[in-house]
């Protein structure tokens, strides 16, 4: 999964409010002797961004039920299904190196999965 540009941009900025050379209008002192009256209002800002897009990340992502069923992991992290039928649920595609994710099974009325 890409990290948008924003929530990239976002990170960038909190990483460095504290930590980043001295720049007299942008970073001054990070958030000590001052900084803070600059840094903070945008750090809390680009916290909401990171925040939202987290938010959003995790939350589950409905899947379409089918006689099989492929995740596409480009979309997102966790996935939701409910059962009616029996179903084969295949290999997910679309993963990053190293991306895992998780697969939430409700069993309906009837069915199961192979």
């Given at each position: ?37 600059i ?21 589950p ?54």
């Amino acid at each position: 999964m890409t990290t948008p540009a924003a929530v990239a941009g976002a990170l960038t900025r909190l990483a460095q409010y504290n930590s980043g050379d001295y720049e007299p209008a942008s970073n001054p002192r990070g958030f000590d002797d001052g900084g803070h009256v600059i840094n903070f209002p945008a750090a809390l800002a680009d916290m909401v961004t990171v925040s939202n897009w987290i938010a959003g990340t995790f939350a589950p992502v409905a899947v379409t039920e089918g006689p099989a069923v492929t995740l596409d992991l480009s979309s997102g992290l966790n996935f939701a299904l409910t059962l009616t039928g029996s179903r084969a649920v295949m290999d997910p595609t679309g993963a990053a190196l190293g991306q895992s994710g998780l697969l939430i099974l409700t069993q309906g009325g009837a069915g199961g999965i192979s």
